[in-house]
């Protein structure tokens, strides 16, 4: 029975995926994932090969939830 070998070159698509965000983007991203604590997501649109928006969605745990913590977190 022969071995799996897996591929070691990455498809070209995924290699070249990340060559249109310049470092400004990079860091806005960083920051919209470090604002959203550990429940949140990020969403990525893009257009034409460019990033056009950033989309946030944060989420709150049901289990944790104390009277009052959604209007602390607001803003």
Known sequence: MP????H??????NSKSHRFLNPEQI???????SSLGPYGEVRLVVEKGRLRF???QKS???????PGSLADNAG
């Open 3 to 6: 071995e799996y070998m897996p």
């Open 8 to 13: 070691s070159n990455a498809p070209a698509e």
């Open 27 to 33: 860091a806005m991203i960083d920051e919209a994932l």
């Open 54 to 56: 950033l989309v946030t």
């Open 60 to 66: 709150i745990d049901t289990f944790k939830w104390q």
